[in-house]
């Protein structure tokens, strides 16, 4: 595997084409950056962001529709205000309707390089 810092360039760079108003999972992202079935690393490069970085980390949920429970407090309100600031709409179970929000890039154009 690639060094944390390439990896996560890697990671970030699939999760900045996921567009507004769509969600992808973790284990999606993992896949379009090269390391499929380790969605843990696409998390821990998520939680390794800094403070207002434009990466859209919060289009990522995991594969049950769900926002991820997070170690801050808040940090999951936050994500879902966002995603719903986007358009993004959340059931009575706190789940997005995959088949409606998920993302699914059809062209290699859309994929990262």
């Not at 996560?8 to 379009?32: H, W």
């Not at 950056?33 to 962001?49: K, N, T």
């Not at 919060?58 to 205000?81: A, C, D, F, L, T």
């Amino acid at each position: 595997m690639s060094r944390p810092d390439s990896l996560y360039e890697r990671i970030y760079s699939v999760v900045r084409l996921v567009p507004a108003g769509r969600v992808a999972t973790y284990g999606q992202i993992a896949a379009l950056a090269g390391i499929r079935g380790h969605a843990r690393q696409v998390g821990y490069a998520l939680h390794a962001l800094r403070e207002g970085s434009a990466v859209p980390w919060h289009r990522v949920i995991n594969v049950q529709g769900e926002v991820s429970p997070r170690r801050s407090p808040g940090s999951e309100e936050e994500q879902r205000k966002r995603l719903e600031a986007e358009g993004i709409v959340f059931d009575d179970r706190g789940r997005v309707q995959m088949g409606r929000f998920c993302w699914r890039p059809t062209h290699e154009a859309d994929w990262p390089a």
